[in-house]
């Protein structure tokens, strides 16, 4: 298909090895899909028109390979990227399959599950940089609870804390050029896990040895598992300087984990999240977090693939043309209108403003009583989504 909503390099989609590999397994049905090697799955990616893949290491490298199983597969792996073209901007560890770390993995009880966990990371940084990694995620989907008497939070949080500091200073040692991007989600694989939203993962940030390493890899689907608005959560990330990552999908809020397709769930959501990120400037990767339905075979898969970047460049023109339409622009500028009134009060305090401020009579009611329009901006909104301006 080539017209204006053809992938291209500069648009930055990157998919994990798991997303368009992942085999269709549930928690109640085994797997639909045949599972792909690394290398038929960086052709699938080129094949559709992505930029980049992602991995966990043991997507890349099973946990048990031998090391000359480790040095052909890499070989193999790096040579499909050189023949495609495709590039590896983010990296990950999987610290969550393996029964070792069913109670967590740098929050476990067990310290040699600790010690365990971070010999592993330091080898999958070291893998992920190998390849030309510019960003780490760490997803502690397993750093939690079902019951709070067996773990207390605030040791939780201490762990997780040593254990990042550890690694930042291994990443300043080494001398890679590699930043940390923290994933929340509230809950799944475990009852309740640690840093489970953008919120709490931003506090937590500034409690590091290296809080400028550590910025956030907010995921669509997990804030709205948590019903949160995932915009504001991504905006408040933007703003701390801390969107170093995104991944993109669809969720219904209240159900399990989806991964669904990007916009399949929730387009004006999503359509005002694309407009965000074009908008403030947003330079790294459009990751997509996602995986196909578990009805779907290899073409389903690429259809999902395509369905992703496609609906992104769709509603960036959307976004387009919302900030230029005349109508839209018209309510918005009469609803910020600004008559310069309220300037002396305006900007940072002084003893004179805030005297003059407390001093001032306001016409409440009257303010009150103005209706602002917001029904018309939202159906301007859905109309021009549902394409008829
Ligand atoms: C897992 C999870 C994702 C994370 C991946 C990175 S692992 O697939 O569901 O949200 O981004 O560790
Ligand atoms: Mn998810
Ligand atoms: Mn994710």
């Known amino acids: 298909m080539s017209d204006m909503y053809e992938p291209k390099p500069e648009h930055k989609f990157t998919f994990g090895l798991w997303t368009v590999g992942n085999i269709g397994r549930d928690p109640f049905g085994e797997p639909v899909r045949h599972p792909l090697s690394p290398?038929?799955?960086?052709?699938?990616l080129a094949d559709v028109g992505a930029y980049g893949v992602n991995f966990h290491d043991n997507d890349l490298i099973p946990i048990d390979a031998t090391p000359a199983d480790r040095d052909r597969i890499l070989r193999e792996f790096k040579a499909a990227l050189q023949e495609t073209g495709l590039v590896v901007p983010m990296a990950t560890t999987?610290?969550?399959?393996?029964?070792?770390?069913?109670?967590?993995?740098?929050?476990?009880?067990?310290p040699k599950v600790r010690a365990y966990a971070l010999q592993k990371t330091m080898r999958a940084i070291d893998l992920g940089v190998e390849c030309g990694a510019k960003v780490y995620v760490f997803w502690g989907g397993r750093e939690g609870v079902e019951s709070d008497a067996a773990?207390?939070?605030?040791?939780?949080?201490?762990?997780?804390?040593?254990?990042?500091?550890?690694?930042?200073?291994?990443?300043?040692?080494?001398?890679?050029?590699?930043?940390?991007?923290?994933?929340?989600?509230?809950?799944?694989?475990?009852g309740d896990i640690y840093l489970a939203t953008v919120g709490h993962a931003l506090a937590f940030i500034n409690t590091l040895d290296h809080p400028d390493m550590v910025g956030l890899n907010p995921e669509v689907a997990h804030e709205t598992m948590?019903?949160?608005?995932?915009?504001?959560?991504?905006?408040?990330?933007?703003?701390?300087?801390?969107?170093?990552?995104?991944?993109?999908?669809?969720?219904?809020?209240?159900?399990?984990?989806?991964?669904?397709?990007?916009?399949?769930v929730n387009l004006k959501a999503a359509f005002f999240l694309v407009r965000f990120l074009e908008n403030v400037?947003?330079?790294?990767?459009?990751?997509?977090?996602?995986h196909a339905y578990r009805t779907?075979?290899?073409?389903?898969?690429?259809?999902?693939?395509?369905?992703?970047?496609?609906?992104?460049?769709?509603?960036?023109?959307?976004?387009?043309?919302?900030?230029?339409?005349?109508?839209?622009?018209?309510?918005?500028?009469?609803?910020?209108?600004?008559?310069?009134?309220?300037?002396?009060?305006?900007?940072?305090?002084?003893?004179?403003?805030?005297?003059?401020?407390?001093?001032h009579p306001f016409d409440r009611v009257a303010l009150g009583r103005r209706g602002l329009a917001y029904e018309r901006l939202d159906q301007l909104t859905n109309e021009l989504l549902l394409g008829v301006r």
Not at 39 to 44: K, R
Not at 100 to 109: E, L, M
Not at 337 to 347: I, L, N, S
């Open 281 to 290: 400037g947003y330079q790294g990767s459009r990751h997509f977090d996602a």
């Open 94 to 110: 999987n610290l969550f399959a393996d029964p070792v770390f069913k109670d967590g993995a740098f929050t476990s009880n067990d």
């Open 151 to 190: 773990k207390d939070p605030q040791e939780g949080l201490k762990r997780y804390r040593e254990v990042i500091n550890f690694l930042c200073a291994y990443v300043k040692d080494q001398g890679y050029d590699l930043k940390f991007a923290l994933e929340p989600k509230p809950n799944e694989p475990r």
């Open 226 to 264: 948590a019903g949160l608005n995932f915009l504001h959560g991504v905006a408040q990330a933007w703003d701390a300087g801390k969107l170093f990552h995104i991944d993109l999908n669809d969720q219904v809020i209240g159900r399990y984990d989806q991964d669904f397709r990007f916009g399949a």
């Open 39 to 44: 290398v038929e799955i960086v052709h699938l």
């Open 296 to 359: 779907e075979d290899y073409e389903g898969v690429k259809t999902f693939a395509r369905g992703c970047m496609r609906t992104y460049l769709i509603l960036k023109e959307k976004a387009r043309r919302f900030d230029g339409d005349a109508e839209i622009q018209a309510l918005l500028a009469e609803i910020t209108a600004d008559d310069g009134t309220m300037a002396p009060f305006q900007g940072g305090y002084s003893r004179d403003k805030a005297d003059a401020l407390k001093a």
